[in-house]
C-alpha cells in the first residue's frame, strides 16, 4: 500500500526548455534505472504559465512513455508498472514576482507531505547583443576558450524587476527598494523558495540516512572578478550574470562552514529543536555548456553555435555536454545520489561545484569544478594539474581562501537582511503571503 509520503518528490523551476526540459527527462530515465519498483517519483515542474506547463507535462509523458516501452526489453510486462511510478503536477513561478514565489511555496507547503530535492535551474542571461569583432577573433584564435569563457557577450545594465507592490486598492503606500532582474530570477527568487521550503526539506528524525536537498544551478563562467559586494544585485555591473553565478558558488560552497551556521539555519527556518531533524544541504552544480534558448539568436546562428560547441569539445574541452540532456547529468546525479556516497566524497576531497562534463566522444560524467578562492574542494596544495581549467585560474592561495570565506558569509548576512527587508514590505503593503 502506497503512502503518500513515500514518493520522491522533487521540484525543478523552468522546466519547459533546455536544461530544465532535460534535467526532468534524465531524472525519469535515471530514477527507473537506479531506484527499486516500490519507489515512486512525484516530479512537481514549474513554468511561467499554463500553457507552457501543460505543454511540459505532454513532452515528459511522452518520454516516460519511450523510457518504459524501452525497459520493457529488460523486464518484460514492466510498462504499466514503471508508467505508474512517476506522477506530475504542473505548478506556476514567475522568480521575478516575489508573491509568485511566496504563492507557490504556500502551495507546496499546504499540499505536500514532504520534499527530497528542489532544483533551482530557471535563469536568464540578460544579454542583449554581442561584440561581434572580439567574438569573432577570439573564437578563430583561441577557440576552446573562447567558447567556455567568452569574453564577447553585452549585457544589459541596470535591468530591474518590474514593481513586487501592486498598486493597492486599500490605498497603502508603501515605497520599494529596486531589485535586480537577472539577480532576482536567477538568485534571489530561489533563494526565499528555498527559504519558504525549508521545513518540507527538514527530515523530521535526527539520523535520516538522507537529507533534504535544495541544488543551486551555477555555471563554469562564475567569475570572482565580476562580483561586487558591495553591488551584490549587478545593478551597475555589465556582467550581471556572471555575478549571479559567482555568488551562488560563494553562498553554496560556504553554507557548510560553521562560519555561517547561524544563518543558514535562519534561512532553512529550522525548528528550535533543530537537535532532533536532519538539516537539509545545498549543494551547488553547473551544466556546463549547452546549445540552449538562454543567449536568444535566430537559426543561422543557433547551428554556428552548436557546431563551436562540438568543436570545443573535439579540441579538448571537457565542458561541453552540448545538449541539455548531457548536461543535466550533474543536476540529476546530485539530486539522487546515496547521501552516504555524496558525504564520503565530501569527507575526503572537500565540498565542490559539481559540473556535467564529457570527454572527446561526448560521454558525459559529474567533474568537480574549480572555484576561484577554493579550489576543487577548497584544500590548499591540491594538484592543479587539471583538464578544464578556466586560463584565468590561480593557484589556491591561503589568503584567497580566506577571503573567499569571509565573502561568502557577508553574502548570507547581505541575503538574509534583503529577505527580512523584502518580507516587510510585502507585509506592509498588505499583500504578503503568510505561510503558516
Ligand atoms: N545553457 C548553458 O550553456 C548554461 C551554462 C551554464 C549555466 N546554465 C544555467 O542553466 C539554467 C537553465 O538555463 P538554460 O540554458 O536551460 O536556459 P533556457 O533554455 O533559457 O531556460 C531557462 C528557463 O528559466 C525560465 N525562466 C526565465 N525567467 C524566469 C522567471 N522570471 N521565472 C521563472 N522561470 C524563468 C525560462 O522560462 P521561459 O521559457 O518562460 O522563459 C526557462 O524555462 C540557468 O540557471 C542557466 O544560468 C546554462
Known amino acids: 500500500m502506497h503512502h503518500p509520503g513515500d514518493g520522491f518528490y522533487v521540484v525543478i523551476t523552468g522546466a519547459n526548455s533546455g536544461l530544465g526540459l532535460g534535467i526532468g527527462c534524465r ?38 512513455a519511450e523510457a518504459c516501452r524501452r525497459s520493457e526489453k529488460t523486464l518484460p510486462r514492466s510498462s504499466p508498472l514503471n508508467e505508474r511510478r512517476v506522477q506530475f503536477r504542473n505548478e506556476i513561478l514567475d522568480l521575478t514576482s516575489l508573491i509568485s514565489v511566496q504563492e507557490l511555496s504556500k502551495r507546496l507547503r499546504d499540499t505536500t507531505p ?35 569563457w567568452p569574453t564577447f ?60 536537498r535544495l541544488i543551486w544551478v551555477s555555471s563554469v563562467e562564475a567569475y570572482a572578478h565580476t562580483f561586487d559586494i558591495n553591488d551584490m544585485q549587478g545593478l551597475a555591473s555589465t556582467a550581471p550574470y556572471e555575478s549571479t553565478k559567482r555568488q551562488t558558488d560563494l553562498m553554496g560552497i560556504t553554507s557548510v562552514l560553521p562560519s555561517t551556521a547561524p544563518l543558514v539555519n535562519q534561512y ?69 545520489a546515496k547521501q552516504s556516497l555524496l558525504d564520503t566524497m565530501e569527507a575526503q576531497e572537500g565540498v565542490g561545484k559539481w559540473g ?42 591561503e589568503e584567497s581562501r580566506r577571503e573567499f570565506v569571509e565573502t561568502g558569509r557577508k553574502c548570507w548576512e547581505e541575503m538574509e537582511r534583503l529577505r527580512v527587508e523584502w518580507e516587510g514590505k510585502l507585509e506592509q503593503a498588505g499583500v504578503g503571503v503568510r505561510m503558516e
Open 114 to 148: 514532504k520534499l527530497d530535492v528542489v532544483i533551482c535551474n530557471a535563469g536568464i542571461g540578460g544579454w542583449e547583443d554581442m561584440y561581434w569583432g572580439r567574438a569573432v577573433w577570439s573564437i578563430l584564435t583561441d577557440w576552446r576558450n573562447a567558447v567556455t
Open 268 to 336: 532553512l527556518d529550522r525548528p528550535k529543536d533543530a537537535d532532533d531533524f536532519t538539516k537539509p544541504r545545498i549543494y551547488v552544480a553547473h551544466p556546463g555548456i549547452c546549445g540552449t534558448g538562454i543567449f536568444p539568436m535566430n537559426f543561422v546562428f543557433d547551428f554556428l553555435m552548436l557546431f563551436a560547441f562540438y568543436m570545443a569539445r573535439w579540441m579538448g574541452s571537457p565542458w561541453h555536454p552540448v545538449t541539455a540532456y548531457k548536461g543535466a547529468v550533474a543536476m540529476v546525479w546530485l539530486a539522487l
Open 356 to 397: 556535467s562534463a564529457t570527454d572527446w566522444w561526448g560521454r558525459e560524467r559529474v567533474e568537480r569544478t574549480e572555484v576561484e578562492g577554493w579550489g576543487w574542494g577548497g584544500k590548499l596544495g591540491e594538484s592543479t594539474r587539471r583538464k578544464g581549467r578556466s586560463p584565468y585560474a590561480k593557484a589556491l592561495t
Open 153 to 212: 557577450k553585452k549585457s544589459r545594465v541596470g535591468w530591474l524587476t518590474k514593481p513586487q507592490i501592486p498598486n493597492s486598492e486599500q490605498g497603502k503606500k508603501v515605497e520599494e527598494p529596486a531589485l535586480g532582474r537577472v539577480f532576482c530570477a536567477n538568485l534571489f527568487g530561489h533563494y526565499l523558495l528555498g527559504h519558504y521550503l525549508g521545513p518540507l526539506l527538514e527530515r523530521r528524525n535526527a539520523s535520516s540516512s538522507t537529507r533534504g
Open 27 to 64: 531524472l525519469i530515465d535515471e530514477f527507473l534505472q537506479t531506484r527499486p519498483l516500490s519507489e515512486s517519483l512525484v516530479l512537481i515542474i514549474t513554468t511561467r504559465d499554463r500553457r507552457k506547463g501543460d505543454a511540459t507535462i505532454v513532452q515528459l509523458k511522452k518520454h516516460l
